[in-house]
């Protein structure tokens, strides 16, 4: 009569660790969900590495599922490291996930593996072995991390600027994440003034969005384009033919004082261009100061966002 009883305590312990203690570890070292974390105890026997690796087994099947989702959200980030400068760009479905601690420290990593790689494109970089483990490839790493997200993640895109000579390459992250930055700063003079004039022309990139870094980088091909387009909204206002040109010439320049960095407004005293306030930077450091070139994310730019149906798809779960 004893035993039964006895057997019947030890089997309450058992289950009470398995929905308690370890499922609250589980949840926290994998950020998968409650009944999910149960599932895996349940399955491997309320062991805790075992119950990971079964969530990343189940979770990579899971994420060949979800890699058809569009992302378009996510985070842009941007670090510098042993003389490189990287940005770089890792989607997630929803704004929500971007907030997610586990989601923000693997963008980080991402960048991390971005400046060390040797690699041009992020298909080519999805290759490489994982810094972090190299017993898998950044595709796995990126899989493993879909399995506890459960939301379809892309590393969609990375850039990077190598320090040069008199380089000073700064960063800079704006948004929370949205807008982020690199820029390499040409002087002779390492200081804290330099890294200012870094931070503050990052700043005009953020907010003003230029396309390039003068005019003379800017392809005929595009100038060619402008001026067809321009002139065809000229003739369609109506204008004389006759100063229809001149009228494209002019407005030609305006788009090259908005897309050419060196030429815009700078933002922090209207009074200067960003070209005349590095002159002026120059002045004062005692050594000419120029742009050796930057790039500029922001978080799901050019992506095709999918329009949501809310009520077509209440529908389909009542249906399914």
Avoid at 73 to 86: C, P, R
Wanted: glycine residues 6%.
């Amino acid at each position: 009569m004893l035993m039964p009883f006895i057997l019947k305590i030890k089997l309450e312990d058992y289950t009470m660790a398995v929905t308690i203690g370890a499922i609250k570890e589980l949840r926290e070292i994998s950020g998968v969900g409650m009944s999910d974390c149960k599932k895996a105890l349940t399955e491997t026997g309320g062991n805790i590495e075992k119950a990971v690796e079964y969530l990343r087994e189940a979770g990579l099947s899971a994420a060949t599922k979800k890699s058809g989702r569009i992302a378009a959200e996510g985070l842009v980030t941007s670090i510098v490291k042993d003389g490189v400068a990287t940005i770089v760009e890792v989607n997630s479905e929803t704004d929500f996930v971007a907030k997610n601690e586990g989601f923000i420290s693997f963008v980080n990593e991402v960048a991390v593996q971005a400046c060390k790689s040797d690699k041009a494109t992020a298909e080519e970089l999805l290759t490489e072995k994982w810094y972090l483990d190299e017993s898998m490839t950044v595709a796995e790493a990126l899989s493993s991390k879909i399995a506890v997200i459960g939301e379809n993640l892309t590393i969609r895109r990375f850039e990077k600027l190598e320090a040069k000579e008199n380089s000073n390459l700064v960063s800079y992250i704006h948004g929370a994440g949205k807008v982020a930055v690199i820029i390499d700063v040409v002087c002779e003079t390492k200081s804290d003034k330099i890294d200012e004039i870094g931070k503050n022309i990052c700043m005009q990139i953020a907010a003003m969005n230029p396309k390039f870094l003068s005019e003379k980088d800017v392809s005929e091909e595009f100038k060619n384009s402008e001026r067809k387009i321009l002139r065809e909204q000229a003739l369609n206002e109506g204008k004389p033919e006759a100063i229809v040109d001149k009228m494209v010439v002019g407005r030609l320049n305006k788009i090259l004082k908005e897309t050419c960095l060196l030429e815009q407004e700078y933002v922090k005293d209207g009074d200067f261009t960003v070209k005349s306030y590095l002159e002026a930077m120059s002045k004062e450091m005692g050594c000419t100061v120029t742009l050796g070139g930057f790039a500029r994310f922001e978080t799901g730019e050019g992506i095709e966002k999918k329009e949501e149906d809310f009520a077509a798809e209440v529908a389909k779960t009542m249906n399914s």
